[in-house]
């Protein structure tokens, strides 16, 4: 291993002299320089690298360039030179690493995108963009095939042909190539109607550049009569000199001329010109977006959301047949949707006058509702009606939507269809405090299994100090009936409301917590009621007595508290762990609280035991154990946790992370 370090270090001797000969770093710098490089090299040369490895390695490199640069600007910009190995020998040792990245770590497509795109910003700066031009293509040739699936690395290549080649056909043979791969892909799909609408607007800007409009069939013959024989337009001489997107212009209108002259030799007769000029109305017109749509749609026949993107885009880019055409899709295979439904009511909102758009899309909605007479459809029409309410732009119209609200309000009331959203969502627009109460214990009644209804309810009451007996009646009756950890989470906080103010023991507090924490929940839910609890423990008054289950028997009994409420929090996450699931987050935070080491080290071994192959609650062991210089711990628990680990990624990611762990307690 020595060796290759060392003859890693010798590569850097002619990059080191040259940088001291050009007075950009000193001897101390440089000696540092290859100090640090030693230490990198090293580091790279251990059985288990990861990739941030590599990547800090990266980092510094790019850190000794900038500033290299920096500094020749400064020192050589009054000195003629050539350029010298140190002007690019550092970019391409980046370029070199990331190749020693990617033989270890090929299988990470984040990796390659940041290779992608340093090579991308070389080739940006590079005064011969040639070479750079060739590594960039080569990347992202093999990053496709190491990663077909990756949509991204798709994308980002279609982008590159376009962008910087102008090439739309190759831009447009990779995004099908990589729908061949990823069928039914959204992203690939979004991409390529996208392509095409850019092709559309940049021909179209074209055209308006040479002075032909579309419906000015006049124009385009006299421009078509001035071209040469050779197929090249004849443009008038600019002023200044062009700019770059002007020659890339001005070279694709001469490709497009040239290969127009290919395939139609002679002189075109009136009819072929009547036909080409229709073929190419159509293009400008969107047939070819509208076809790509229509192939979209049969892989994605059920993605709404990919519809109104399409809509969105072809509103914005002036595609305005294609745009009907989309919306006339969404009508037809969406017409029991209320979302869709709603969405065509609203989707011209913002594009005209604002007043004969709000009439025309309540006019929509009313159709859509005589349509779709059902509670989802009514959700829709008064989300709509609170949005426009919530428009400061729409302050003349405010009005006008609360009476419409109003309506729509008093009509579901009185006889309208309804479920539990949309009660909710009445319960919401209701700023009367009294007909809002009325209405939200009728639509418990209707709907007693809606948790977010009780939650409501109850809410308001706890808000506006109702009656204490009714309120804990109404929790034990009925709302904590539905199990639902939200409202379990409101009756302990109403519970420790309660035993701030003195109106609730903690004896009679406590049963409530366990009672909450009985059931068996997902770990997102168990972990906030057991956190609420020990929390509340902690932070107990300390003359309170807390009362504790026994080993020996399930009966409560007194524990007075300890100064600091240390043996308050022990006893409670005790009774977690006898009466409930403990999760490795619950015991996350208990460590957090607990104030003696011993007990934290058993913390630590008991949030190990929740999950095995979790690795986080073991980095976290580990962490503990190196902070405190426990080395020969720290080695026992890393024995564990690899024989805990059921694969062997699992343990060199462990390796590495342990790794990791000691270079920065170090």
Known sequence: MAEIVQYQLER??????????????????????????????????????AASSFLRYIAYEMNVEALRKQRAQRILKHRPRKHTLSDHSITQRIISLYERALVRHGNTAALWEQYIAFVSAQRNGADDDQ?????????????????PR???????AAAHEIERKADGSAARALLLRGLRVNKGSRVLWSECIRLEVLLVERIRARRRVLGIDGADTKAETEAEAEADEDGTIRLDALDGEATSGEKEDAIGERVLAAEFARITPGKLTPAQHADQSAERNAFLQGAVVQLVFTQAIQSLPKDL????????????????????????????????????????????????????????????????????DEPAMWAEYLKFL?????????????????ALSERAIGKLIAHGPMDAELAMLVAGELTDRTKQREWLATATLRFPQSAALWTLRLQRLIDEHADAKQIEQLFKHHALATNDAALWGLWLQWTEAQCASACLSPAAAQKRFL?????????????????????????????????????????LKPLVMAPGNAEALRRA?????????????????????????????????????????????????????????????????????????????????????????????A
């Open 150 to 156: 990756c949509e991204r690395l798709w994308v980002m």
């Open 12 to 49: 850097m001797v002619g990059e080191l002299e040259d940088l001291e000969r050009l007075g950009l770093f000193s001897k101390v710098e440089l000696k540092a320089i290859v100090k640090k490089r030693t230490k990198f090299e090293y580091s790279l040369r251990r059985r288990h690298v």
């Open 386 to 402: 609170a949005e426009q309410q919530a428009d400061e732009r729409q302050e003349e119209l405010r009005p006008y939507y609360v």
């Open 515 to 555: 009672a909450a924490l009985a059931p068996r929940r997902s770990d997102d839910e168990a972990t906030r009621l057991q956190v609420r609890y020990v929390e509340w423990a902690w932070g107990l008054p300390l003359y309170v007595t807390l009362q504790s289950t026994s080993d020996d028997d399930d009966e």
């Open 305 to 372: 959301a990919f519809r109104q993107e399409c809509a969105s885009l072809l509103r914005t880019s002036g595609l305005l047949s294609v745009h009907s055409h989309v919306l006339a899709t969404i009508a037809a295979d969406f017409a029991t949707s209320p979302e869709a439904q709603a969405y065509l009511c609203t989707e011209h909102l913002g594009h005209g006058e604002p007043v004969a758009d709000a009439q025309l899309a309540v006019e929509k909605f009313a159709a859509a509702l005589e349509r779709l």
């Open 573 to 665: 996450y005790a009774n977690v762990a006898r009466h409930a699931f403990p999760t490795s987050a619950f015991y996350a935070r208990c460590i957090e609280l607990e104030p003696e080491a011993a007990r934290r080290k058993l913390l630590h071994e008991m949030a190990c035991r929740v999950e095995p192959s979790d690795m986080a609650p073991w980095m976290s062991y580990l962490q503990s154990l190196l902070s405190a210089h426990n080395l020969d711990a720290a080695a026992a628990v890393l024995f564990s946790a690899r024989a805990a680990m059921p694969t062997d990624t699992q343990r060199d990611a462990l390796d590495a992370a342990y790794q990791q762990l000691t270079e920065t307690s």
């Open 131 to 147: 070479g750079y031009a060739r590594l960039l293509a080569q990347v992202y040739g093999r990053a496709i095939a190491r990663h």
